[in-house]
């Protein structure tokens, strides 16, 4: 199963494993990760899923489509060129180890 590790606004990390298919969002609430929200529940109109993804794993990612960048337009932390939205982001084996920050304002 893939693995996802969320380094929270206080620097803590949880190491998490989920179903392929399943999204960084879904696995945070699955597993109580603390400051990822998802009022919406994943359908793109809240945005309090905001995280920013390691460098390293931007690349595997593919961009976000209109509706998730627009959306972006909305986080309340500062937007980065990392920012995503986790409920966009569907877990697969070639994702597995994938880091993704809490933002701060998100504790
Ligand atoms: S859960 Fe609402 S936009 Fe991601």
Redesign the pocket.
């Known amino acids: 199963m893939p693995k996802i590790t969320y380094v929270l606004a206080d620097g803590t990390r949880r190491e998490i494993e989920a179903s392929k298919g399943t999204s960084v969002?879904e696995a945070a609430i699955r597993n109580n990760v603390k400051g990822i929200d998802?009022?919406?529940?994943?359908?793109?109109?809240?945005?309090?899923?905001h995280v920013y993804v390691g460098e390293e794993w931007l690349a595997k990612l593919p961009d976000p489509d209109p509706d998730e960048a627009d959306?972006l337009g909305f986080v309340a932390a500062e937007k980065k060129p990392n920012s995503r939205?986790?409920?966009?982001i569907k877990l697969d084996e070639a994702l597995s180890g994938i880091v993704v920050r809490v933002p701060p304002t998100q504790s």
Do not use: I, K, R, V
Request: with cysteine; aromatic share 0%.
């Open positions: 969002m998802a009022e919406c529940g994943g359908c793109l109109s809240c945005a309090t899923c959306m939205l986790a409920c966009q």
